[in-house]
């Protein structure tokens, strides 16, 4: 049974920082790109950062570089992302996922607002 359960979003300020979570259980978590992937009211899903199996190699949608850092633990499954910088436009339902993307998840809220 494929689990992807994400954490960490919430309220903060424009300029604040929060760390999300996954916890991925049910499959080979080591052998899979992961990536983290956002949705705003009446806007597409995005993919705003990806890494690859190992955690060699990142990357990051251009609006969010040098702000998001993606990061994984294989010996956990766990994924995260560091949100540091936030602005009013980073506010979406957050969720991570295989790349490509398999199953959603409930997602976790992340509201930037003063």
């Known amino acids: 049974q494929v689990q992807l359960v994400e954490s960490g979003g919430g309220l903060v300020q424009p300029g604040g920082s929060l760390r999300l979570s996954c916890a991925a259980s049910?499959?080979?978590?080591?052998?899979?790109?992961m990536g983290w992937y956002r949705q705003a009211p009446g806007k597409q899903r995005e993919k705003v950062a990806r890494?690859?199996?190992?955690?060699?190699?990142?990357n990051y949608l251009d609006s969010v570089k040098g702000r998001f850092t993606i990061s994984r633990d294989n010996a956990k499954n766990m994924v995260y992302l560091q949100m540091d910088s936030l602005k009013p436009e980073d506010t979406a339902v957050y969720y991570c996922?295989?790349?490509?993307?398999?199953?959603w998840g409930q997602g976790t809220q992340v509201t930037v607002s003063s």
């Open positions: 996922n295989i790349d490509p993307p398999q199953y």
């Open positions: 890494i690859t199996n190992d955690g060699g190699s990142t």
């Open positions: 049910g499959f080979g978590f080591r052998f899979y790109a």
